[in-house]
């Protein structure tokens, strides 16, 4: 593989756990939990590429619409993720950060995530960006909010306003753009992950539940990213 073309910024949508728990006549939880196995060969192959950064889709603020169980189930899960995981993680160099509204969790999985995102703070290899009870709409709002305060404060003028102090009031201010955006199970929609920063991303749309999602797979989708022309909307 071209180094040179691989992605900075990898962001993902894990989509199809539940499909693939009803194939195999399992409940969703054991679908997640196959989720979870999945992922672990995914973050440490983005860590040894040296891919700058990884952003997972893990919990958004419509799930909590899903049942009282699977909720429980995926709450369970997070904190079992944190603490099975976060050695390893920190042994890595993997920066964790957290993307969405940590005060809206129970208090056992915010703590969870403060704690992960204060140990691993110094880190300086990939940034794992996971998305927990994040809306893409909602992180626009919470920016616009954040520079009115500044405005409002005296901290900036309105018209100092421009692309570069957006992107920097969102989770992933300080990163770069997605570049490659992946989403599992054949669906083809954004379900509002990153909207600012998918604007110029390359898609890909593998029909591959996410539980079977390989490293042959993820090599694949990275093949096809470094063989497709980005132009920016310029032309050569």
């Known amino acids: 593989m071209n180094e040179q073309k691989l992605p900075r910024h990898v962001a993902i949508i894990m989509d ?3 499909r693939w728990a009803k194939q195999h006549m399992l409940k969703v939880a054991m679908g997640h939990r196959a ?4 992922l672990r060969s995914i973050i440490r192959e983005s860590s040894d590429l040296g891919i700058e950064a990884l952003s997972l889709f893990a919990f958004s603020t419509e799930n909590w619409r899903r049942s009282e169980t699977e909720v429980a189930a995926l709450m369970q899960l997070l904190l079992e993720y944190f ?4 050695d390893e993680l920190d042994e890595n160099n993997v920066r964790i950060r957290i993307l969405g509204e940590k005060e809206g969790l129970p ?3 915010r703590e ?6 204060e140990r691993t703070k110094d880190n300086t290899g990939l940034n794992l960006c996971i998305a927990i009870n994040y809306g893409g709409r909602q992180e626009l709002v919470r920016a616009a ?3 009115a305060e500044k405005v409002r404060a005296g901290e900036m003028a309105p018209e100092d306003i421009d692309e570069q102090a957006l992107s920097d009031c969102l989770y992933t201010g300080g990163l770069p753009d997605v570049d490659l955006l992946i989403r599992t ?3 083809m929609r954004l379900s509002g992950f990153l909207l600012y920063q998918c604007a110029y991303a390359e898609f890909e749309f593998p029909e591959t539940l996410w539980p079977d999602f390989t490293l042959e797979d993820y090599h694949r989708a990275l093949e096809v990213f470094a063989s497709r022309d980005r132009r920016f909307g310029g032309r050569k």
């Open 145 to 147: 909010r954040i520079l």
């Open 112 to 117: 969870a995530l403060y704690r992960a995102e």
């Open 83 to 86: 603490s099975s995981e976060i």
């Open 185 to 187: 199970s054949g669906e």
């Open 35 to 38: 989720g979870v196995e999945a």
């Open 107 to 109: 208090s056992p999985q």
């Open 16 to 18: 199809g756990n539940g």
